[in-house]
């Protein structure tokens, strides 16, 4: 998906979650404090002062781009949006900010001048919306995009108490100021969601571990074999090359990866992925199917895999072997030959 301006690019949030739908988001209430939320709105309303204090958004549609791009109610598709912001950010912003400071600075010689004789030199120079139905629809979709990376964060967040720290932040009335905003999100991402995650995965595995089929490995990597292919074609050795169709998603059901949708089989040595799949690749052959349930110390481990596979996440893949390449130890360089001269 194309991006432009997203919340974590240009307004500092820190949305590094696992994709997927979110069932955990809802608009909330002010009447309980939702610190989660709270920092997370604070935030970007922070990140919005220091990339865009020279913008005079519509607060009033930036809350509603955010309200109804996050709960799924905008009429306006998410890369409208981007297409509308991308627009202005790229082709008009820089050169109305210019044009601006320019004549800040005619009109500061003009005052400076004794003669009167730049009075009548000033530039005409463009506003940063040309007009109350565009500094709406650029404020709306800029809403809209910060809403659908809320949607698809993952993260049980309150929409009204986002609104709310972002407005408190332009009101300099702020609950929590930058430094404590930016503490309590490390420690969320960086310590509360890991181990959210590793706890979730853990019961995850537990139940896939109990269906008909499944069999779980020495390391913890669990598997059930749907076909098992040719047992004479079939990889040993971690430098082996598998070519697969598979598709890839996260204990709850998203997928995040499938050569079917590029439509075209995935070709790897087994010593360049992660370590479930070079174990699970050795236990199907040519032409045979597997599903793997992969462990996080199997996977990505602690680091995830950006917005995409988040800290401590167990997989599912399910792989059908295409073919195997056997590695071939390279020929021995022969030392008794004598390298022939260079020709003149």
């Not at 890369?79 to 109305?96: H, P, Q, S, T, V």
């Amino acid at each position: 998906m194309k991006k432009l301006l997203s919340v974590a690019a240009l307004a500092g949030a820190v949305l590094l979650c696992s994709c997927g739908g979110n069932k955990t988001l809802k608009m909330g209430s002010l009447s309980k404090f939702d610190s989660l939320s709270y920092a997370l709105g604070a935030n970007i309303g922070y990140g919005m002062q220091y990339e865009m204090s020279d913008i005079p958004f519509n607060f009033e549609e930036v809350n509603k781009g955010i309200k109804e791009g996050a709960l799924d109610k905008s009429k306006q598709k998410h890369e409208d949006a981007i297409d509308i912001l991308r627009d202005y950010f790229m082709n008009k912003r820089g050169a109305r900010a210019f044009a601006i400071q320019q004549k800040k600075a005619m009109q500061a010689a003009v005052a400076a001048d004794s003669t009167g004789m730049l009075k009548d030199t000033l530039p005409a120079a463009e506003p940063m919306f040309l007009t109350s139905g565009e500094c709406d629809s650029v404020s709306y979709a800029f809403g809209n995009d910060i809403g659908n990376n809320i949607k698809s964060s993952d993260i049980p967040v309150q929409i009204v108490w986002i609104t709310e720290a972002m407005a408190n932040v332009r009101d300099s009335v702020a609950k929590m100021d930058e430094m404590i905003v930016q503490g309590y999100l490390q420690n969320y991402f960086m310590v509360v969601r890991p181990r959210e995650n590793a706890e979730a995965s853990a019961k995850w595995l537990e139940g896939i571990a109990k269906k008909s089929g499944v069999e779980k490995t020495e390391s913890g990597l669990l598997y059930k074999i749907e076909r098992p292919g040719d047992a004479d074609t079939i990889a040993v050795d971690d430098r082996d090359v598998v070519v697969v169709n598979y598709e890839g998603k996260n204990r709850k059901g998203k997928v995040f990866d499938s050569s079917y949708e590029r439509n075209e089989p995935a070709e790897f040595p087994l010593n360049r992925v992660i370590k479930g799949w070079t174990e699970g690749m050795k236990l199907v052959g040519k032409g045979g199917k597997i599903t793997l349930w992969i462990p996080a110390e199997l996977a990505y481990g602690e680091r995830g895999a950006g917005r995409d596979i988040g800290a401590n996440e167990a997989l599912e893949f399910s792989v059908e072997v295409v073919d195997v390449k056997p590695y071939v130890e390279p020929a021995p360089a022969d030392s008794t030959k004598v390298a022939e001269p260079a020709k003149k």
